[in-house]
């Protein structure tokens, strides 16, 4: 099974920072990667999709980038709502897998 | 608006069996795989399994291959996931999601806790 691992695991960032978040495939998985987000009791938020695609209605302030073993997604500037727990998870193969997830906090 | 809403999670015994369901709304059921995704509370996302669209494929993670079960009825729009031989670390959330790919659409989860 493919590994996912994200660094770092927390992340403290102000407000109108600039947050780069990363993720590590223990092998080849394309493009095949996405990211959520996931808030306190909320269920996982579609985030972005093929390593690059925002979902629709993610505010351009969402990017991802990478291919093949090493991805970032860049969040250009920090706002209130985007403190959150992030997840990449590849579908190049079977079994999907996450990574542990990297929590996005308040300096 | 795409709405997919978990029930079935209960207290059960090790050993015990569960079925879980989830009926979904706001889109064409039968034109996406759908997937379970558990999480430990406070802990990250663990994928279980997924079906295709007309139900005819399966996957499963390892951990929980030849003791659950996913299957759909396209007619009432549903999906399930029958849990056999329940152990201690099957004790999570189990949310529904729309995709096998990518989970575009995720419910809120139903509780399931293993415990004697």
């Known amino acids: 099974e493919i590994v996912m691992t994200q660094s770092p695991a927390t992340l403290s960032v102000s407000p109108g920072e600039r947050a780069t978040l990363s993720c590590r495939a223990s092998q080849n998985v394309s493009s095949n990667l996405v990211w959520y987000q996931q808030k306190p009791g909320q269920a996982p938020r579609f985030l972005i999709y093929t390593a690059s695609t925002r979902a629709t209605a993610i505010p351009a302030r969402f990017s991802g980038s990478g291919s093949g073993t090493e991805f970032t997604l860049t969040i250009s500037s920090l706002q209130s709502e985007d403190f959150a727990v992030y997840y990449c998870q590849q579908y190049n193969n079977w079994p999907r897998t996450f990574g542990q997830g990297t929590k996005v906090e308040i300096k | ?116």
């Not at chain 2, 079925?19 to 406070?42: E, H, I, K, N, Y």
């Open chain 2, 1 to 116: 608006e795409v709405q997919l809403v978990e029930s079935g999670g209960n207290v059960v015994r090790p050993g015990g069996s569960l079925r879980l369901s989830c009926a979904a709304s706001g889109f064409t059921f039968d034109d996406f795989g759908m997937s379970w995704v558990r999480q430990l509370p406070g802990k990250g996302l663990e994928w279980v399994s997924a079906i295709d669209g007309k139900g005819g494929t399966t996957y499963y993670a390892d951990s929980v291959k030849g003791r659950f079960t996913v299957s759909r009825d396209n007619a009432k729009k549903s999906l399930y996931l029958q849990m056999n031989s329940l152990r201690a670390e099957d004790t999570a959330f189990y949310h529904c999601a729309r995709g096998t790919f990518y989970m575009i659409n995720w419910g809120k989860g139903t509780l399931v806790t293993v415990s004697s």
